[in-house]
Structure formats: C-alpha cells, structure tokens
Nanobody, 124 residues
Framework: QVQLVESGGGLVQPGGSLRLSCAAS????????IGWFRQAPGKEREGVSS????????TYADSVKGRFTISRDNAKNTVYLQMNSLKPEDTGVYYC?????????????????WGQGTQVTVSS
C-alpha cells in the first residue's frame, strides 16, 4: 500500500522558517517526481515546488522562489521542503504528491499519489 505522509507544519511568525517532510512507504521514491502543493481556505490548490525523479531539476512557483528549497533523501525515502522568510500568504494546507518517472510539474492531475496534508499557518 502506497502512503505519503507529510509532517513539519505548524504555526510560525512572519519571517520564520519551517521544514516540511514527505515520507513515502510502499514505493521507491527515487522513481518518482515529487511535487509540493498548497491550498488556502477558499482558494484552489496551487503548485509550490517540484523535483524530478532523476533529481536533475527543481521548479518553484514565482511566489516562493528564493525562499523555499526542495530536496530529497532517497536513502530515507523522504522529500523535504525548506521554507524560509515565511509570509502570511504562505498559509495553507501543504500536500506532497508523487508522479512515477516524472519530470516534476505544477499540474496536480499529473500526480499519481497524494498525502493527507499538513497545516502551515503564518501569523503574528
């Protein structure tokens, strides 16, 4: 059974940092591109960042470039999203998703498996 489990969310003040983790079981993560998405209340889910299955490329939404960094540790079957200089508009539920042999994409329909999400709240 394939499972993606996000963790690391929480409440942080503006300007703070969080590191989200996406731990996979039931699949070999090095065969999958991983995307991070977020959804704020009343808004559509949006792609935040992705990393290809080969680890050769990463993408970022314009709104997070220079602040967020995606990385993977295939030995731990885990992908991370380091989020720095957080802003209130970064608030939302963050999801990770896996696409087999993918290049990485911001399009949700391209992903095969999804986690349950972790809440990130940026507020003073």
């Amino acid at each position: 059974q394939v499972q993606l489990v996000e963790s690391g969310g929480g409440l942080v003040q503006p300007g703070g940092s969080l590191r989200l983790s996406c731990a996979a079981s039931g699949l070999a993560l090095d065969h999958y591109a991983i995307g991070w998405f977020r959804q704020a209340p009343g808004k559509e889910r949006e792609g935040v960042s992705s990393i290809s299955s080969s680890n050769a490329s990463a993408t970022y939404a314009d709104s997070v470039k220079g602040r967020f960094t995606i990385s993977r540790d295939n030995a731990k079957n885990t992908v991370y999203l380091q989020m720095n200089s957080l802003k209130p508009e970064d608030t939302g539920v963050y999801y990770c998703a896996a696409e087999i042999y993918g290049l990485g994409s911001s399009k949700a329909y391209e992903y095969d498996y999804w986690g349950q999400g972790t809440q990130v709240t940026v507020s003073s």
